[in-house]
């Protein structure tokens, strides 16, 4: 069976390439979900990618995602700072997690600073741009055991 992840992504994602691009950049979510799936070829796994602006979407999402998926990636955007159901969603969820940002929200304004979700999440990926959805991609497909034999040593296991 392939490796089989998620990645949901949240409120206002949907205007990447429009939305601050001094700060986002000018990629689109439509590309970056071609990137997804291309890199998910690569890696022999099959890749479910959602956007929604709704709270309660998300939280339906991830609990899916439970019994559906071998590794969840999110980029949660504004339900980082105060969704307690997605939290709450998060814990419930059995493998691992990647916490996702496109910015280095550590360098953001003091409302961008503090994820909630850092708290659950089994790795945090921030600050890489879009670029970050592969090596997200690739973090959570090793951890999952799912990384294909075929990649080379330092892709599959790294430094030993």
Not at 130 to 135: A, C, P, R
Request: glycine content about 8%; charged content about 15%.
């Amino acid at each position: 069976m392939p490796l089989r992840l998620a990645v949901l992504n949240g409120p206002n994602l949907n205007l990447l390439g429009e939305r601050e691009p001094e700060i986002y950049g000018s990629t689109t979510l439509a590309a970056v979900e071609d990137s997804c799936r291309e890199f998910a070829g690569v890696i022999g796994a099959e890749v479910n990618f959602a956007q929604t602006n709704y709270e309660g979407m998300m939280v339906d999402w991830i609990q899916e995602a439970r019994l559906a998926t071998d590794a969840l990636i999110i980029n949660p955007a504004g339900f980082s700072f105060h969704s307690i159901p997605v939290l709450d969603a998060l814990r419930a969820y059995p493998n691992p997690i990647i916490e996702l940002y496109i910015s280095n929200i550590h360098a953001r304004d003091e409302q961008h600073r503090h994820s909630i979700v850092s708290k659950v999440a089994t790795g945090v990926i921030c600050g890489l741009g879009v670029y970050g959805y592969t090596v997200a991609m690739q973090a959570a497909a090793r951890m999952a055991g799912g990384l294909p034999d075929d990649l080379p040593t330092p892709i599959r296991i790294g430094p030993t």
